[in-house]
């Protein structure tokens, strides 16, 4: 046994109990799911997490860019918990509770951009880019959609098809989504083109233009679904001003800039949302992961003249749960 102020560890790892549980996991559980190792977490705090067998652990992951707030941060829990004993859940999609209403007014005020916001709810990252989507080809009526090759927005099959990292994400699940198009992203750390950011005058912008010139009538675009930091596809930073040339660019062609904030939002890069760095606002953006320290939320967040699909367009039954809301305030507020 090894023993600091952080780590503790009673057994081997994993330990017997450890591996009494993954025996049963792999009987019962989907084998989709990736697991680099054999750790089954019993209760956290903090960044502290304890395993089945009494092992601690350092969650350098924050429960894969999740708890934001730390595990179990007792603002959180209190927040659900007060709620809890309120109310468990009312379909947002079919009637109206007061927490819903007061995140979502919260959303449109933390949100980038002067420009009047309007909110809808789901459960998860994916979920919000598909609302994205929709909600793109809806108001526009125009059919294609441009997304970036290193991009990762989700398993689900809109989500999957805008996604641009890796091929075992699509593997065995053809055909995609139609419509949808890849472009280069500003990799200038590992340029596929060998340039330098001080001198290429931003040719991977220049490439996205020759794609519309080829094969994607601008007229034809709804949308350009990005991450501000690209995520799954290796923490990739543009560089300054590619993303005012990106807004530029979609703003002459009429097309809506869709940001995916999903793993890059809520604080991760000292600000809230990571675009608020290029001083650039989205006409869409998700929001999911660290919103709400754990507990199951995804945010469309789009601006009120672009949110104009009609009633019935779009819903979900547990988008926006109370104890989802109620832990997503305590998250922002902290």
């Known amino acids: 046994m090894a023993k600091n102020n952080y780590i503790d560890l009673k057994t081997a790892i994993p330990g017997p109990k450890g591996m009494e549980w993954y025996a049963r996991d792999r009987a019962a559980i989907s084998p989709s799911y990736v697991r680099p190792y054999v750790l089954v977490a019993d209760h956290a ?49 079919d009637f109206f509770y007061p927490i819903q209403i007061v995140l979502a007014e919260k959303i449109q005020e933390i949100a980038p951009g002067p420009t009047e916001k309007m909110v809808w ?83 991977c912008i220049g490439m996205i233009e020759e794609v519309m010139e080829r094969i994607a009538p601008p007229s034809d675009i709804a949308v350009m679904v990005v991450e501000p930091i690209q995520g799954e596809g290796g923490y990739v930073v543009p560089p300054p001003g590619y993303f005012q040339k990106l807004r530029q660019l979609t703003e002459e062609r009429g097309i809506l800039l869709m940001l995916d904030e999903v793993q890059s939002g809520m604080g991760r890069t000292g600000k809230m949302f990571a675009i608020e760095h ?5 006409d869409i953006m998700a929001i999911a992961k660290g919103v709400a320290s754990g507990l199951p939320l995804g945010i469309m967040v789009a601006k009120k003249t672009v949110m104009d699909w009609k009633q019935g367009a779009h819903g979900s039954t547990f988008g926006g749960n109370p104890l989802s809301c109620a832990a997503a305030l305590k998250t922002i507020e902290l």
């Not at 395993?51 to 829990?77: C, K, M, Q, W």
């Not at 927040?79 to 109310?87: N, T």
């Not at 419509?179 to 590992?190: I, L, N, S, T």
């Not at 290029?278 to 989205?282: C, G, K, N, Q, V």
């Open 278 to 282: 290029w001083d650039t606002e989205p």
């Open 121 to 203: 709810y789901g459960n998860s990252g994916a979920e919000a880019v598909e609302a994205g989507l929709k909600l793109a080809r809806w108001h526009s009526r125009r059919p294609l959609a441009l997304a970036f090759f290193g991009g990762f927005h989700g398993r689900t099959y809109g989500a999957v098809t805008l996604s641009g990292s890796k091929a075992k994400h699509r593997e065995g699940f053809s055909p995609m989504l139609q419509g949808v198009v890849h472009v280069p992203y500003a990799y200038c750390y590992r340029c596929p083109l060998g340039l330098e950011p001080e001198t290429c005058e931003f040719r």
């Open 45 to 93: 705090e903090g960044l502290e997490v304890v395993d089945v067998d009494g092992n601690t652990y350092l969650d350098f992951t924050a429960g894969v860019a999740v708890n934001s707030t730390g595990h179990r941060h007792p603002e959180v829990i209190k927040a659900i918990k007060d709620q809890a004993d309120k109310l468990v859940h009312m379909s947002g999609t």
